[in-house]
């Protein structure tokens, strides 16, 4: 730890000498150049406008149907109840859709992933799906892909099946199957 300190100390005081070696005693070219800034006249500064004095003005409505400044200009109506819309949405349906994290592949349309294979043990079977991006991901029964809220019901060796929860065109969301089927390479 004291010899850092040497050492440090001693380049400390090469630098100093060394700096001190480049220092010129000449400052004439300095001086001359401060001599020529003070010699030029000095430039003329314009005045600064000159600010109106504030002129009050009293508004005054002579007629007899003057608008108000300060009345509302619209009326309010008070909110009308809305119209109770059955959107076929159940409590599950709604649970699923609002109180869970999405996965990865909800980033992706159904039809861009690709079912390339199955693996199991004992217990459970998990199908192979790549994504767009040529990522690799282990799904089984639970996950979720696609972007219609598309949960696994079954993971079978050709296909992985799925259920949907889509909006139909009168915007009612109804629950729909669909399946990924296995890509032979």
Request: aromatic share 8%; hydrophobic share 35%; net charge negative.
């Amino acid at each position: 730890m004291n010899e850092q300190k040497l050492i440090r100390l001693f380049m400390l005081i090469v630098c100093n000498v060394v700096i001190s070696g480049c220092v010129s005693p000449d400052i004439s070219d300095l001086q001359q150049y401060t001599q020529e800034m003070l010699a030029r006249p000095g430039g003329r500064i314009e005045p600064l406008p000159e600010i109106r004095p504030y002129e009050a003005y009293t508004y005054q409505c002579v007629e007899l149907d003057c608008v108000d400044p300060f009345q509302l200009f619209y009326e309010q109506r008070p909110p009308q109840q809305e119209e109770v819309v059955d959107t076929g949405l159940t409590r599950e349906m709604e649970m699923e859709i609002k109180n869970r994290n999405r996965e990865e592949l909800e980033d992706f349309e159904l039809d861009s992933l690709k079912m390339v294979g199955t693996m199991e043990d004992e217990m459970e079977h998990w199908g192979i799906v790549v994504d767009p991006d040529g990522i690799v991901h282990r799904v089984s029964v639970g996950n979720y892909m696609g972007r219609n809220i598309g949960k696994i019901v079954n993971v079978f060796e050709d296909r992985i099946e799925l259920r949907e929860i889509v909006r139909n065109n009168q915007g009612r969301w109804e629950e729909r199957q669909a399946a990924l089927a296995l890509i032979e390479q």
